[in-house]
């Protein structure tokens, strides 16, 4: 079993900036991947970011290239998610994954809501 527990999130203006963490424990083995996911009241869950533990490419949503930012400290298996430039519709309760793949994610977080106000 893999565990995964976030942090960061809060209420900022518009225009602010947040830093999520995602903290991993357990069974890593067979997770190479780690994601930043978000859901909006009324909304099915969207990709935000994705790196790899290995070789530490990156994947972002059309919607935050160039605002956010995902990276990793293997060190201390935390992965974050640099939020910069926030705009009202970033309001959502933000989940991080951990998977065999970017694509593909076994292992789910709480969850932790960022608030963006106009």
């Known amino acids: 079993q893999v565990q995964l527990v976030e942090s960061g999130g809060g209420l900022v203006q518009a225009g602010g900036s947040l830093r999520l963490s995602c903290a991993v424990s357990g069974r890593t083995s067979n997770t190479d991947a780690m994601g930043w996911f978000r859901q909006a009241p009324g909304k099915e869950r969207e990709f935000v970011a994705a790196i790899n533990w290995s070789g530490g490419r990156l994947y972002y949503a059309d919607s935050v290239k160039g605002r956010f930012t995902i990276s990793r400290d293997n060190a201390k298996n935390t992965v974050y998610l640099q939020m910069n430039s926030l705009k009202p519709e970033d309001t959502a309760v933000y989940y991080c994954?951990?998977?065999?793949?970017?694509?593909?994610?076994?292992?789910w977080g709480q969850g932790t809501q960022v608030t963006v106000s106009s």
């Open positions: 994954g951990a998977g065999r793949t970017v694509w593909k994610y076994d292992y």
